[in-house]
């Protein structure tokens, strides 16, 4: 079975712009290239994900995320990063179009994304980590069984610990290099 580094898409791996799906628009953060090499030179798959909750809403196709995505695969490439995988949850409960509208088990804050591709790809769980920006993205990786890091801006007045011990991140990290060096120490 094989390690992976679940990475969320918006904030986390590229700047957050809210329903963004055109690839003029799509940045990386600093430090993904460093952190992310590291990480692919240590054996672990890089598997991106990410909630669209626009499609359900009607806001873009589901198609139209491929757009991104491919740009953000570009971005990768052209330094030497390449992504193993994919997984979209384009479901809302709230949503407009019917086919999306539903309450699922692959939007985080639960684990079927990650479960998902745990089949799909032969990876590991436990041996695992999932990137977020939020606490759902750490949410649905303890669920999940993985390890967790927490990327925010601003490390000294970010998270709120929360008493829920399944929200609780295994560590807090201001971009993604600082969190391959601490995975990296960290992993087996």
Known sequence: MNKAIFINKDG????????????????????????LKLLQAKG??????????????????EQAVLGAVYRVEELLKFKGVYLDGFMLCPH???GKVRK??????????????LINAAKKYNLDLKSSWIM???LD???AGN????????????VATSVDTE?????????VFVDIEKAAEFIVTHSQ
């Not at 999306?100 to 994304?113: A, F, H, I, M, W």
């Not at 008493?163 to 560590?171: A, H, I, M, Q």
């Open 100 to 113: 999306y509208s539903v309450e699922c088990d692959c939007r985080t804050p639960k684990p079927g994304l």
């Open 44 to 61: 672990f798959y890089l598997i991106l994900i990410t909630n669209q909750e626009g499609i359900a809403y009607g806001h873009f196709k």
């Open 132 to 134: 977020g920006n939020r």
């Open 92 to 94: 809302h409960p709230n």
């Open 137 to 139: 993205d750490i949410e």
């Open 143 to 154: 669920l999940a069984g993985c390890h967790t890091v927490l990327i925010q801006k601003e």
């Open 163 to 171: 008493s829920d011990e399944v929200r609780k991140p295994g560590g």
């Open 12 to 35: 986390t791996l590229i700047k957050d712009v809210p329903n963004n799906v055109n690839p003029k628009f799509v940045s990386l953060n600093e430090g993904v290239i460093e952190g």
